[in-house]
């Protein structure tokens, strides 16, 4: 497998996501966190870096965990913290609309009526982009 791998899910997952955030901006959303997911393994990977053998977790959710311990360690070597805190962003904003963390309608409704957290996703995903990216 190539890094490369990485890269076209992440172009791929964004795709996606501008190709349905008016009529499903909840996925819209989701979509987002998963290109910078992928954009993570991709940064790990052309990098030489295993996050998953480098950060073992031991919670069910222990690949998660380690990405995200990943993610705070290069922000801090990167010097930015925006990475961080942009991962963070998209990860809360994605559990929501899976899972409907703390919403009290369902998630596309929520999200058609919080259009500037959909336009934050993505302008979170182009931070990531560009910092994993130079």
């Known amino acids: 497998m190539t890094c490369d791998i990485y890269l076209e899910q ?3 997952n964004e795709k996606a ?13 989701t979509m987002c966190f998963y290109a910078a997911l992928h954009w993570v393994e991709y940064y790990a990977c052309v990098s ?8 073992k977790a031991d919670d069910k959710e222990s690949r998660h965990t380690s990405r995200r311990k990943y993610v705070d360690d290069i922000s801090q070597e990167l010097g930015n913290p925006n990475l961080r805190k942009a991962y963070a962003y998209l990860e809360q904003e994605s559990r929501k609309a ?5 919403l009290s309608t369902n998630a596309k409704v ?7 957290t959909v336009t934050d996703s993505f302008q979170k ?3 990531i982009k560009q910092l994993l990216s130079s």
């Open 10 to 12: 992440a172009k791929s």
């Open 17 to 29: 996501a501008r190709s349905i955030e008016a009529d499903y901006p909840d996925w819209a959303v």
């Open 48 to 55: 030489g870096f295993d996050i998953h053998a480098e950060y």
């Open 98 to 102: 899976r899972y409907l963390q703390n």
């Open 110 to 116: 929520y999200y058609t009526k919080n259009r500037f």
């Open 125 to 127: 995903l182009q931070q």
